[in-house]
């Protein structure tokens, strides 16, 4: 899934607002240069779980629509891993659901990263 997509899914006429989150693989982390990060999931939980964020995220914000994306495999230098993209009809909404839904997504849904380096690779979160 693209940026594009995830716009496209959230654009609605009755919403004045659409905040995206992107995150992107940057090439240092702890003063060592990464060379790229692999992500790893418990796929059906993971939707699952992203399933349960965009429904809290649109009951407790009253957002009208909210698209969640994350890649699983080798990603890049610069590449996506995560998409957040959220529309409401004010913006404030939308800024606080999309940092819910990156902040819960962070802390719940099954998706595991590890850095490579040019001396090794090491798993970066070993939760949920």
Excluded at 86 to 99: D, G, L, N, T, Y
Excluded at 107 to 118: A, G, L, N, Q, S
Aim: charged residues 30%; contains cysteine; aromatic residues 10%.
């Amino acid at each position: 899934m693209e940026l594009k997509t995830c716009y496209d899914f959230v654009q609605d006429d009755a919403c004045g607002g659409i905040d995206v989150f992107i995150g992107t693989v940057r090439n240092n982390t702890n003063s060592k240069k990464v060379q790229k990060l692999e992500f790893s999931a418990y796929e059906p939980m993971a939707i699952k779980e992203m399933m349960k964020i965009a429904t809290e995220a649109i009951d407790r914000f009253k957002v009208k629509k909210i698209a969640i994306h994350h890649a699983v495999g080798d990603l890049k230098i610069g590449e996506i891993p995560v998409i957040i993209a959220v529309s409401s009809p004010h913006r404030e909404a939308a800024f606080k659901a999309c940092q819910f839904a990156i902040d819960t997504l962070k802390k719940t849904v099954p998706i595991w990263k590890k850095e490579f380096f040019e001396d090794g690779e090491v798993w970066v979160n070993a939760h949920p």
